[in-house]
């Protein structure tokens, strides 16, 4: 290491004086960031053909990343202290107060009934990056079967991106509209498992904390992480909907963000989480309070259709 890596490095690492990780969870985020690493160099499956869950297309990403091994030195140096950090992260009163406005709102919606034979319908806009020169913009509407017992349907419509190539082995994702088969995956939790879930923001909160365990680095990023992916089908349950803005709200370091858009350029109100490394912002309309997405998803339609494939009624 050259002396101008040493000097980067002690920068980054904490005074003597400040608090610091404990040894097990020191080799815990370097566990991961190798991890992480390691999953980068690998070639990638072509997702299209994945079961299971919506893909979070717009945090996919696709371009094989080599770090040398002193810029990984910095990188673990810089999660430690981002680590030590949150742990006197502070939150905004105003900002657990929209989350509690949020969640009156919610909890005021009617509940809409959903037989096991019917599917859960999601519609959304983002973009994936395949590298660094090319970046899709799609739109993405899903199908999901209530039960978990039936294949459900994946419908992407590349509104930006190349045209079909011959052995292309992401044509999957070339420019105009594609189906693709969801099968029924007992890792990824049904609408009914939704249901189940409990409502008061407590226990809710200790459970998603339970079921990310391991996951993220910290358990407080994991949640977040599992709140916001439930968010979508939680508008059609109005009870676990609002339970889940205040258990975010029992998260340190919201903050409110006035003037915040949509992966759409809709403009709303934003809530920023200091635990989330990519600082996503979760958008609301401003009037209404509806949950619009984020800067990288906007979230277009919820609902329940008879068939897969079948757009619901407005």
């Known amino acids: 290491m050259n002396p101008?890596?040493?000097?980067?490095?002690?920068r980054l690492l904490p005074s003597p004086g400040e608090p610091v990780l404990t040894s097990d969870r020191h080799d815990l985020l370097k566990d991961l960031l190798m991890r992480e690493l390691t999953e980068q160099a690998q070639e990638l499956p072509d997702i299209?053909?994945?079961?299971?869950?919506?893909?979070?297309?717009?945090?996919?990403?696709?371009?094989?990343?080599v770090v040398p091994l002193a810029t990984a030195a910095a990188i673990v140096a810089a999660v430690l202290v981002g680590s030590v950090g949150s742990k006197t992260a502070t939150t905004d009163a105003d900002a657990v107060d929209l989350l509690n406005r949020i969640a009156e709102v919610a909890a005021a919606?009617?509940?809409?009934?959903?037989?096991?034979?019917?599917?859960?319908?999601?519609?959304?806009q983002g973009s994936m990056k395949f590298s660094e020169k090319?970046?899709?913009i799609l739109r993405e509407a899903s199908w999901t079967a209530v039960d978990g017992k039936r294949a459900g349907l994946r419908r992407v419509t590349v509104l930006v991106g190349p045209p079909f190539r011959p052995r292309d082995p992401?044509?999957?994702?070339?420019?105009?509209?594609?189906?693709m088969r969801?099968?029924?995956?007992?890792?990824?939790?049904?609408?009914?498992?939704?249901?189940?879930?409990?409502?008061?923001?407590?226990?809710?909160?200790?459970?998603?904390?339970?079921g990310t365990k391991g996951e993220g680095q910290t358990r407080e990023s994991a949640a977040l992480e599992k709140i916001g992916d439930i968010l979508p089908d939680a508008t059609l349950l109005p009870e676990l909907d609002a339970a889940?803005?205040?258990?975010?709200?029992?998260?340190?370091?919201?903050?409110?963000?006035?003037?915040?858009?949509?992966?759409?350029?809709?403009?709303?109100?934003?809530?920023?989480?200091k635990e989330r490394d990519d600082r996503t912002?979760?958008?609301?309309?401003?009037?209404?309070?509806?949950?619009?997405?984020?800067?990288?998803?906007?979230?277009?339609?919820?609902?329940?259709a008879d068939k897969a494939g079948e757009t619901p009624a407005t």
């Open 109 to 124: 919606k009617k509940s809409v009934p959903v037989r096991d034979d019917q599917y859960i319908y999601v519609r959304t």
């Open 4 to 10: 101008e890596e040493r000097e980067e490095l002690a």
């Open 48 to 65: 299209a053909t994945a079961p299971g869950r919506r893909a979070r297309a717009p945090r996919r990403r696709f371009a094989v990343i």
């Open 281 to 304: 912002v979760w958008v609301f309309d401003k009037k209404s309070l509806d949950f619009l997405g984020s800067a990288d998803e906007a979230l277009l339609a919820v609902g329940v």
């Open 170 to 179: 992401f044509s999957s994702y070339s420019k105009g509209t594609h189906d």
């Open 244 to 273: 889940l803005y205040r258990a975010a709200a029992k998260i340190p370091g919201v903050s409110v963000v006035t003037d915040a858009k949509d992966y759409k350029g809709r403009s709303g109100i934003g809530l920023s989480f």
């Open 182 to 210: 969801l099968s029924p995956d007992p890792n990824v939790a049904t609408f009914r498992a939704l249901q189940a879930l409990p409502t008061d923001p407590d226990s809710l909160l200790e459970k998603i904390y339970a």
């Open 134 to 136: 090319d970046i899709r």
